[in-house]
């Protein structure tokens, strides 16, 4: 398998449609002064698109990403994209950046600074995400994606032995990667929330953190969670009118990053319009928002073996992540390698605290081979 060359370049065409569909919102009413407590502010949402129409360039945006060396290789019969950034005049020691949903490759863009003095980066987008191809076939899981990234690293990229770095569902793929091919993975690194409570079925010797995380799993389960309730039941439902309408993606999303993001209830103090907006860009010309809510379906029904990761494993915590995880929760799933708290960052942490986040994973895998 061969990895071809690829330049990002989304048609006037398509872009021409994107303004016109902008100018054309019809805006739904709102409670008076609510803010965001019904779901996205109207106020910013109404902000964000007529920024998204009158002030954003995504020429401009699509420059800058094409600085960077980006692939196409096909793998299974899709076309997977992906970034490719080499150490020169070393020995290798490549690093599979992984993001989730909702989210794309530009999460991993921040922390390549960091990160490229020492490995060699392959920073792909998920299946159906963004430039990479979806599946068409039901089954695309967190599992499926294993095997087709693993062989991205090894028969694509000539890689015998790799580590890997992932959030949200990058973080279930890294999971099953190390599960499904433990020989070829060096360590791996992740951190954020663990959601996955039995509440039936709660150990007996609880401590005082771990009871603070479940009692606020259980509340993010009762007012947050909704949106993946509709992913892993009805994706195909809400893509009519995300696909039809980017005012509803924007407003879909953006209330994610607010509410997930180290910004304390105002999302611009984490990330800019611009970033914002080449995020969401991302999603609307590629017509990729259906594919990447499914992973949420697929992997509902095909959920892989969860079993303790058997290589050496590295969480690093953020305080303002969805449900901040305790070590001894986290530990009753098998002891990491290396566990670290941070007291600041959210859900999207290479792009919110790069830095933070590259210095632990240099850490982590010094050592490693």
């Not at 096909?74 to 949903?101: A, D, M, Y």
């Amino acid at each position: 398998m061969l990895a071809q060359p690829f330049t990002i370049s989304i048609s006037q065409a398509v872009l021409d449609d994107l303004h016109d569909r902008l100018a054309r919102t019809r805006w739904p009413d709102g409670i008076r002064e609510a803010g965001w407590a019904y779901g996205s502010a109207p106020e910013y949402v109404k902000e964000l698109v007529s920024y998204w129409r009158d002030g954003f360039d995504w020429k401009k945006q699509e420059r800058y990403l094409n600085r960077f060396s980006h692939f196409h290789t096909e793998i299974e019969g899709l076309n997977v994209h992906f970034i490719h950034v080499r150490r020169t005049g070393r020995k290798e020691k490549p690093l599979l950046l992984l993001h989730g949903w909702p989210s794309s490759f530009i999460q991993m863009l921040k922390i390549i600074p960091y990160l490229e003095p020492s490995f060699d980066l392959v920073i792909p987008s998920l299946i159906g995400y963004g430039f990479s191809q979806a599946s068409l076939e039901p089954g695309m899981s967190v599992g499926k994606m294993a095997g087709m990234f693993h062989s991205l690293m090894t028969d694509v990229l000539g890689y015998n032995r790799y580590a890997i770095r992932g959030g949200d569902l990058g973080a279930g793929v890294l999971s099953q990667m190390a599960v499904l091919h433990p020989e070829a993975v060096i360590g791996t690194h992740s951190g954020g929330t663990y959601p996955w409570v039995d509440f039936e079925h709660l150990p007996p010797n609880l401590t005082p953190a771990e009871k603070e995380f479940v009692a606020n799993v259980k509340r993010w389960r009762e007012e947050e969670m909704g949106y993946a309730v509709l992913h892993a039941t009805k994706p195909q439902t809400l893509a009519y009118a995300l696909n039809d309408s980017p005012a509803g993606l924007a407003a879909w999303i953006i209330e994610k990053f607010r509410r997930w993001s180290d910004c304390d209830g105002s999302v611009e103090r984490r990330f800019t319009k611009d970033e914002l907006l080449t995020n969401l860009t991302i999603y609307w010309a590629t017509g990729t928002i259906n594919s990447s809510m499914r992973l949420y379906y697929e992997t509902t029904r095909n959920p892989g073996n969860y079993s303790a990761i058997p290589v050496p494993h590295a969480m690093l915590m953020p305080s303002k992540d969805m449900f901040p995880t305790p070590k001894e929760w986290i530990e009753r799933q098998g002891t990491p390698a290396r566990y670290t708290e941070i007291d600041r960052g959210g859900h999207f942490l290479e792009w919110e605290e790069p830095e933070i986040v590259a210095r632990d994973i240099l850490e982590f895998l010094k050592d490693l081979s």
